[in-house]
């Protein structure tokens, strides 16, 4: 079975959802060692899992930057939106799953192939952490707080104990944090997620 691995950017107060300046997908000149983190992380894997929003503005920023590692790794790697209203996904190496999120999820981890990586996408990605998916969280974790926006789990959201393999800091100040989600998953009491 392949592993999904969730990978997001966060604030040191939790916060996933991009409300202010603390991210910039764009190298800067003191991130040398953090982009060689995310080269080898995009290395071995072979499949980006989205969702719509995410996928949106991914495509339409990251093939005008394809020049960037970034750019050039998501151009050509194997893309997946979960999506009820996208038909037709308009990049190279791309594919809409456009059943039931979680059962799409669960169905793509059973195929043949290399790890999946889901990154952004804040609905997507309570949705399968909740649904117990999700076998190993990475965070990069931002020198900023934003007091405000969505964390990394739902509200009402549960998971097992998590492991910790690996912490790395890099000179720009954000720090990498790696857990393995033990066996058993997440569980959510309610939702009032808006849909996708």
């Given at each position: 079975?392949r592993?999904?691995?969730?990978?997001?950017?966060?604030?040191?107060?939790?916060?996933?959802?991009?409300?202010?300046?603390?991210?910039?997908?764009?190298?800067?000149?003191?991130?040398?060692?953090?982009?060689?983190?995310?080269?080898?992380?995009?290395?071995?894997s072979?499949?980006?899992?989205?969702?719509?929003?995410?996928?949106?503005?991914?495509?339409?920023?990251?093939?005008?930057?394809?020049?960037?590692?970034?750019?050039?790794?998501?151009?050509?790697?194997?893309?997946?939106?979960?999506?009820?209203?996208?038909?037709?996904?308009?990049?190279?190496?791309?594919?809409?799953?456009?059943?039931?999120?979680?059962?799409?999820?669960?169905?793509?981890?059973?195929?043949?192939?290399?790890?999946?990586?889901?990154?952004g996408?804040?609905?997507?990605?309570?949705?399968?952490?909740?649904a117990?998916?999700?076998?190993?969280?990475?965070?990069f974790?931002?020198?900023?707080?934003?007091?405000?926006?969505?964390?990394?789990?739902?509200?009402?959201?549960?998971?097992?104990?998590?492991?910790?393999?690996?912490?790395?800091?890099?000179?720009?100040?954000?720090?990498?944090?790696?857990?393995?989600?033990?066996?058993?998953?997440?569980?959510?009491?309610?939702?009032?997620?808006?849909?996708?």
């Amino acid at each position: 079975m392949r592993r999904l691995l969730l990978t997001e950017n966060i604030t040191v107060d939790g916060r996933i959802e991009m409300l202010d300046d603390w991210f910039d997908p764009s190298p800067q000149d003191d991130v040398g060692d953090l982009q060689e983190e995310l080269d080898r992380q995009g290395a071995s894997s072979d499949a980006v899992l989205l969702g719509r929003q995410t996928f949106e503005d991914f495509r339409g920023y990251w093939p005008h930057h394809t020049d960037e590692s970034a750019g050039a790794y998501l151009d050509q790697v194997q893309k997946y939106v979960v999506s009820s209203s996208m038909t037709e996904p308009r990049w190279r190496n791309s594919t809409v799953l456009s059943g039931d999120p979680v059962e799409e999820v669960r169905r793509l981890k059973t195929t043949a192939g290399g790890d999946i990586v889901l990154t952004g996408s804040i609905t997507l990605a309570h949705e399968v952490i909740a649904a117990g998916l999700v076998d190993e969280i990475r965070l990069f974790v931002y020198p900023a707080v934003q007091g405000r926006g969505k964390g990394l789990v739902a509200e009402n959201t549960s998971l097992p104990a998590l492991e910790l393999l690996g912490t790395r800091t890099f000179r720009c100040g954000v720090v990498l944090l790696r857990y393995a989600v033990t066996a058993g998953g997440g569980s959510r009491e309610s939702s009032t997620e808006p849909g996708r």
